[in-house]
């Protein structure tokens, strides 16, 4: 009888502490829903639900959130940064957040940015993988294109490589038209305002672009946090080596840069997030020389990870590195996306 007695204490202990490890949102209507938390972006939640398929959920349909006895990082619409364990509240609509100085509560519909911070590093990593047609200016017809990225993120850092290439094939040749590989990392050294720095690769046949390597560094503030829009500018200097391609070397460039990107979500269906990047660069090793690199990209969620996606995209350069070369350079991507 002792045995079966410590058992069932025992299965209740794990069965209280594994409930107690869960996440749980409380809806306004009264439901709740147990799982796990994944992401708080734009005005929705990311969430897992036990036995069921990942949900996305309006935060103005919650009246709190219990997280499980872990560590998140909490961005707001007002610029404030907290990492702590979420704490359901009384008052409809609202959170609190233990950190190691305070307890805060703060509205749901505050939060722009929530994401766990798992000690498991593959927990912070996600990212998302292309491939499509094209239709750009310099073939005149359609050519197969691919991109990719994958995100890194820790208490204080935010790290990223993205790739794309956009390649035409004449009968058994390949033509490798335009390359960008981009490894970014910006460091938070106070509310939303970071350093950044980053290693690039380019190439752009119709610019006469054999290839360019960049390396930049730079300062950068997260300008803009509401529920459905997010945006951040940085600028800096960025040092190039350039090839053009008649094989003519540059030898080392300076110039000035500034970047801004702005990303516009809509969680009424459909599921839509645009996002606007655009950077501007001015020589200061080559007078009158302005440069411009920038896309657009519009994703339509078909269903759970899967988009498709309409990137129409613009490069220019007043001096390209072959004389007589196009200036300006665009096109239309078109694809289907997967995210992990």
């Known amino acids: 009888m002792r045995f ?141 294109n691919f991109d990719g990225s994958i995100k890194y993120l820790s208490r204080k850092t935010e790290s990223s490589l993205s790739t794309s290439g956009i390649y035409t094939m004449y009968d058994t040749l390949l033509s490798r038209d335009q390359e960008n590989i981009y490894l970014k990392i910006n460091y938070y050294f106070v509310r939303n305002w970071f350093l950044t720095a980053f290693i690039a690769y380019q190439r752009n046949l119709e610019l006469g672009l054999q290839r360019r390597y960049q390396q930049g560094l730079g300062i950068g503030n997260k300008f803009l946090t509401r529920k459905n829009i997010y945006a951040w500018g940085r600028g800096g200097l960025v040092i190039n080596q350039e090839k053009s391609t008649e094989d003519v070397s540059s030898g080392t460039l300076t110039e000035l840069f500034g970047q801004i990107e702005v990303n516009v979500f809509s969680f009424d269906k459909p599921n839509i997030d645009i996002l606007l990047s655009q950077s501007f660069f001015y020589s200061l090793s080559q007078a009158g020389r302005f440069r411009n690199d920038g896309n657009l990209s519009v994703n339509w969620e078909l269903f759970k990870d899967f988009d498709i996606s309409l990137e129409p995209y613009n490069n220019y350069d007043s001096k390209p590195p072959v004389e007589g070369s196009h200036k300006f350079d665009f096109g239309i991507v078109v694809g289907i996306n997967y995210k992990f």
């Not at 949900?55 to 404030?80: F, N, P, S, W």
């Open 4 to 144: 079966i007695i410590i058992s069932i204490l025992l299965f209740t202990s794990t069965l209280a502490q594994s409930q107690e490890a869960k996440d749980t949102i409380f809806f306004t209507n009264g439901s709740i829903v147990i799982g796990e938390i994944k992401s708080i972006k734009l005005g929705v939640v990311s969430f897992d639900p036990d036995d069921a398929n990942d949900i996305t959920v309006q935060l103005r349909k919650l009246k709190t959130i219990a997280g499980r006895k872990m560590i998140y990082r909490v961005e707001t619409v007002d610029h404030r940064l907290y990492f702590g364990i979420l704490l359901p509240d009384t008052v409809s609509n609202t959170v609190r957040i233990k950190t190691e100085s305070e307890i805060a509560t703060i509205d749901i519909e505050n939060i722009s940015i929530l994401y766990p911070f798992e000690k498991s590093i593959k927990q912070r990593f996600s990212g998302s993988v292309g491939i499509g047609y094209t239709y750009t200016r310099s073939s005149g017809f359609g050519r197969l």
